[in-house]
């Protein structure tokens, strides 16, 4: 069965910066690119960054572009969003998904705010 | 303003059998796959559709989908209670080399 724990959610300043977790279980994480898509309060889904899957290559929504870096560990089956310089409009579940995407978590909360 | 286009709501009485539209670009729809998400309240969102019209294990085969050049649907047939949901389509697009969703629709079973 296809397990996706993220995690590193919380409350955090504007400015501020978190590193979520996604820990991936069920399912080949080599051979997946992975994303991470969140979800504003009251709002539909919106793509933030996929990764390929080797590491190789990164693409990034305009919205998080010189802000968010995604990053994987193959050997620890864990995908990473390194998030910097956050503002209230980051407010947002944030879900990790592999693939199309094809499976997703259950979220990790992230509120930006004073 | 999303890049795929979804009506914001639809609605059917139980028994009945809705279908929700998906319309998109060459970039997007017409070059890659399209998967269909259910999401009930408060919860993450739920595969229903793959690749276009693969149901995961699980789905029921009330739910189908389908793909025409630049467009999409999603049908659900002998509409039930827990059905009533936001449904939302994605595909890989390629001049944006990200995935874009749609807006959502909401769901009404009267």
């Known amino acids: 069965e296809v397990h996706l724990l993220e995690s590193g959610g919380g409350l955090v300043r504007p400015g501020g910066s978190l590193r979520l977790s996604c820990a991936a279980s069920g399912f080949t994480f080599t051979s997946y690119a992975m994303s991470w898509v969140r979800q504003a309060p009251g709002k539909g889904l919106e793509w933030v960054s996929t990764?390929?899957?080797?590491?190789?290559?990164?693409f990034y929504a305009d919205s998080v572009k010189g802000r968010f870096t995604i990053s994987r560990d193959n050997s620890q089956n864990t995908l990473y969003l390194q998030m910097n310089s956050l503002r209230a409009e980051d407010t947002a579940v944030y879900y990790c998904?592999?693939?199309?995407?094809?499976?997703w978590g259950q979220g990790t909360l992230v509120t930006v705010s004073s | 303003q999303s890049v795929l286009t979804q009506p914001p709501s639809a609605s059917g009485t139980p028994g009945q059998r809705v279908t929700i539209s998906c319309s998109g670009s060459?970039?997007?729809?017409?070059?890659?796959?399209v998967y269909w998400y259910q999401q009930l309240p408060g919860t993450a969102p739920k595969v229903l559709i793959y690749k276009n019209n693969q149901r995961p294990s699980g789905v029921p085969d009330r739910f189908s989908g389908s793909k025409s050049g630049t467009s999409a649907s999603l049908a659900i047939s002998v509409l039930r209670s827990e059905d009533e949901a936001d449904y939302y389509c994605a595909a890989w697009d390629d001049s944006l080399s990200g995935v874009v969703f749609g807006g959502g629709t909401k769901l009404f079973v009267l």
């Open positions: 060459n970039s997007n729809i017409g070059r890659n796959f």
């Open positions: 998904a592999p693939g199309g995407p094809d499976y």
């Open positions: 990764i390929t899957d080797t590491g190789d290559n990164t």
